[in-house]
Structure formats: C-alpha cells, structure tokens
C-alpha cells in the first residue's frame, strides 16, 4: 500500500505539470499531453478508490490522500475542455 500511495503522490505532481505545460509545448500526433493527462487522472482515480477501499490509513496517512484528491481536482479543473470531457466523472 505504501508504495501505491508514492505513486499516486508522484503521478499527481505530474497532473499538475502537465496542466501547466498544456498549450505551451508543441505536441506530436499519438503523443497528446492532454490525452496522456487524462489517462493519468483516470489511473489515479482508480488507485485512491483501491486506497480508500483496502487501506488503513493514519491520520498523517488520511491527511496526504486529502490533499493528493484536492490536487487532482486542481489539475482536473485546469485541463482543457475537450479533454475535461473524456475524463469519468469529472465537472467543470
């Protein structure tokens, strides 16, 4: 589980650079940051359902998870909208 909880503290940063870089970086056919951001988002998603649901998590542990899930509704928010549309149960 620790090493499940790294990777969604790692790949959440990523969200958020991501985020930042859209619209700013030539982008290649087949390698579109928005598309790579949203299959991210929805794999973090599915790894803090398995946090929620399998761990047992400190208080230490229950405040990192709070903070990782308001960062990638941050990144979320900051993606492009016809990106923002393919991601499950995103809003904008």
């Known amino acids: 589980m ?25 982008e290649h056919p087949g390698y579109e940051l928005g598309t790579y951001t949203k299959t991210l988002v929805e794999r973090i998603d599915e790894a803090l359902g398995t946090i929620r649901r399998d761990g047992r998590l400190t208080e230490a542990g229950e405040a ?15 993606l492009p ?11 904008a």
């Open 2 to 26: 620790v090493n499940l909880v790294h990777g969604v503290f790692s790949f959440v940063q990523e969200v958020a650079l991501n985020t930042r870089l859209y619209g700013h970086v030539v």
């Open 64 to 78: 990192l998870i709070h903070q990782v899930e308001l960062a990638l509704d941050e990144g979320r928010r900051h």
């Open 81 to 91: 909208k016809p990106v923002l549309s393919l991601v499950v149960g995103a809003t």
